[in-house]
């Protein structure tokens, strides 16, 4: 079965620090796709990056880059120079490609506090 | 309107009252969905439509209806709920495949429920 872990529950760090949020997945299925989303205390969860099985290759996108393990089953995500505003719940998800139905199964999410 | 819109934002009611919450995606998606987050919970997937037919119902309780005039919008409709109901409902939408694998899901703000 599909399982996606988010050990960190809660991180808080001190703005312009770099933090690295952990996403550790389970899955027998050679072709599935991992995403992150952002909920900011507004509550509207917004999406960051979606990345597919057969693409190990790290992404970065201003601040904002995802290491993508799979020997490790693991997608995590770090936040360069970090600031206030990137006080949210992160959550982690993971969607299989091959069993028709399988939803999306998000993980318990980790709450990042970037104090001023 | 972008996105996925939902409203109203804000409801409270009593247990015996009836309300709907109302979702509509201008994403030109064929599929939606109603998660239920509740404070300190993992986010649960309560309803799937796909191309207006309801795919999947976990177990929610039938004082729950969800209903799907058309691809774009997407109703709970609410009657004697319980105080336990009080949560953060998120609307989605996803273009999902033929395949059944599930797409990348855009969420809209919510609807912050209370019941008192």
Known sequence: ?116 | ETGVTQTPRHLVMGMTNKKSLKCEQHLGHNAMYWYKQSAKKPLELMFVYNFKEQTENNSVPSRFSPECPNSSHLFLHLHTLQPEDSALYLCASSQDRASGRRDTQYFGPGTRLTVL
């Open chain 1, 1 to 116: 079965a599909q399982k996606v872990t988010q050990a960190q529950t809660e991180i808080s760090v001190v703005e312009k620090e770099d933090v690295t949020l952990d996403c550790v997945y389970e899955t027998r299925d050679t072709t599935y796709y991992l995403f992150w989303y952002k909920q900011p205390p507004s509550g509207e969860l917004v999406f960051l990056i979606r990345r597919n099985s057969f693409d190990e290759q790290n992404e970065i996108s201003g601040r904002y880059s995802w290491n993508f393990q799979k020997s490790t089953s693991s997608f995590n995500f770090t936040i360069t120079a970090s600031q206030v505003v990137d006080s949210a719940v992160y959550f982690c998800a993971l969607s299989e490609a091959s069993n028709y139905g399988q939803n999306f199964v998000f993980g318990p999410g980790t709450r990042l506090s970037v104090l001023p």
